[in-house]
C-alpha cells in the first residue's frame, strides 16, 4: 500500500513531462477555487454572527469589576499564556494574572471539541511541560480533552488560577510613565495594573464562516466545529452522536478539522453531506495506545531532547537519528518550501527546486494512489484527490476519514465548478442547482488568521509619550527585537511568529519565548533595573536581519491553490527567521549570555531609549 506517512525522499524517478503535465493540472484545479473576493469571501463570527462564537462549555460568570494592582497581567490563556505564566512564577513572581476570553485556560483547546478532536503532532512533543506537571499521555497522537485536562493541570501546577480573569477581554492597555507599569482596562470594566504585561493571544481564535447567501434564512440548527453543540448531536468528543441517528446532517470544509470529525458524524447521522471546496492531502495517521507510564524509564530532559529532536528533524537539520518517524519528520524536506529551516546550498538553486518539485509530485502521487486504493466509488475517489503542491494547503493525516466514503449513508458534494456552496435555504444547502435537504449545518470552515488584537488594533496599546503602537509601527514598520518586545512600550511582551520563529510545532517556539522572557525578566529582578525596553537602534538592526534572510516563499504560494496559507490566492511574505527555529532558538542563547544587559532600563535612568 502507498504510504504517505512513508516517502522516500532519496530517489527521484518523475520525468521531467510528468511535472509538466502536473503544473498544469494544478494551475487549472487552482483556477477553478480562485475567487476574486479573496479573504473578503468569508464572515468573521461577530455582529449578526455572533451566535457562532457563542461559549456552549461555561456559563457566563458573574462577577464585579476589579480595580488592583498586579506583578505580571497574561493577555490569553492558551499555552503561549500559560507557559510564560509558568516561567514568570519561577522568576519569583507573585501576582500572576491570565485573562481569556474564554471560561478557563487552554486556548485552542478549551474552544474545539468536536468529536474526533486529536492533536496530529506527537504529544511526548506537543503537550508541553509533561515533566513538569507529571501529566502521562495515553497516545501518541492525544485526544483533545487530554491536551485541554493538561493545561488546566499546568495552570494548577503554578498556581495561574488564583488571580485569573475568565470570561474577560483586555481591551485597551496604557503605560504610565510616573508609576512604570500598564494601566489594562477590561470589556468588563476592571482596570488592572501591571508592572510585566505578555500578549499571546493566539493565531486561529476566531470562527469564521463562508459568505454563503442566504446563510442567515436556515432553520435547521446550525453551529460552527469550535463551540459544538453536544445538547443537540449527543455523545461526546469520543463520538457516539445518538442524537443525530434520525438527522440529515451537512458537514461544510475539508480541512484538519473536517478530517477529523466527519468520520464521527459519517458513522452516526441518518445522512452525512459533506461539502467540499478542496480535498485536503491524507497521509497515514497512525495512531496508537501508549504503555502505562511509558516516560518512567526516561532519564530526566527526554521531552526538551525529543522536542528538539523532532524540530531539527521537520527543519532539515542534521539528528542523529529521526526519534518520532512520522508523516510530519518524513516529509520534512518538502515542508521547506513554505516553513523555515535549513536549505542545501551545496547544489544550484534551480537543480534544487526542480528536485523537490519531483519529491513533492512523488509524493502528492501517493496520498492521491491512496485515495484509489480506500474508496470505492471511482467518481467519489477522484473528487477527493488532491491537485497542488503538498505545503499549499496544511497536511492532513487521517486513518478514518477516506473510507468513510465508503458508507452508504455518506454522500461526497464537490464544490469546486461554483466556489464553494451557491446559497443556503430555510432548509438545505444548494450547490449549483441542486439543493441538499438537511437538518443541521456543521460548519467546519476555519478561523480568521489571527493576528494578535495588538496587531489588527483590537486591543489597543499605548506606550511612552502617549504614543500608539500601532502609529509607531505604521511609520516605521512593525519594530521589535526578536519579535518580542518594542522600543517605546516597556515591559511589554509579545508572543507569536513575527519577526520570531515558525516551525510545524508551534507550542515548542512558544516554550522558547516563554524561556526566553523568563530569563529576561529574572535578569531585571536581579539587577533592580527600573525596566524592559529594547533599544531603537537594535530593534531596527534586528528587522534589518529578518528582512535580510527572509526566504522568498511567494513563487512558490503565487501557485499554489488558494487557503490560509497564500490569503487565498493572493501570497504572503514571510517575517520569520528564515534560516530556521533552530539556529534562532541558537541566536537566542547566544544573545542571553552576552546581551541581557542590553534590554534593561536601569533604576537611574528615565525616558525613552
Ligand atoms: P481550514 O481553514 O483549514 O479549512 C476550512 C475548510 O472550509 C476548507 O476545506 C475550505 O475549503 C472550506 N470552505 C471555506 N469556505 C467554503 C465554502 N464557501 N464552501 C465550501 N467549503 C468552504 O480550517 P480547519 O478548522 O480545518 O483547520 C484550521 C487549522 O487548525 C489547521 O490548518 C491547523 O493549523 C489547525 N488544526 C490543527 C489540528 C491538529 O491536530 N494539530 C486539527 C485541526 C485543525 P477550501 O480549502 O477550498 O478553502
Redesign the pocket.
Known sequence: MASAAGIDIGAVDIEVRELERLRAKYAHERDR?LRAEGVAQYRSATGKYGYYAKDPYTPTIERRPVDDRVDALVVGAGFGGLLTGARLRETGLERIRLTDEAGDVGGTWYWNRYPGI????EASVYMPLLEEVGTVPTRRYAPGEEIRRHAVAIAEHYRLYEHALFQTRVTALTWDEENDEWVAGTDRGDVVRARYVVVSQGT?TQPKL?G?PGIDTFRGNTFH?SRWDYAYTGGTAEGGLTGLNDKRVAV???????L?VVPHVGRDAQHLYV?Q??PSTVGVRDNRPLAENWPASLKPGWQRDRMNNFLAAVTGEPVDEDLIQDGWTRTARLQRTYLAGVVDTSVPEPERQLTDEMLDARAMNEIRARVDEVVSDPAAAEKLKPWYRYMC??PGFSDEYLPTFNRPTVTLVD?ADTG??TRMTETGVVVGEDEYPVDCVIF????DVGRSGVVTGALPVIGRGGRALLDTWREHGPQTLHGLYSPGYPNLFLLGSMQNANAVNFVHILQEQADHIGAVVARAAETGARCVEPRTDDAVAWVRTIEEVSADTTAFQAECT???YNAEGRTVAARTYSPGPVAFHRLLREWRAEHLDDVLVPSAQSGTR
Open positions: 477555487r486529536h492533536c496530529d503532532i486561529l463562508p454563503i466545529t461544510i470544509g475539508t480541512g484538519a478539522t473536517g477529523q461539502f471546496r478542496t494547503k496544511r464544490t464553494g456552496i467546519a470552515t476555519g478561523f488558494p487557503g490560509y
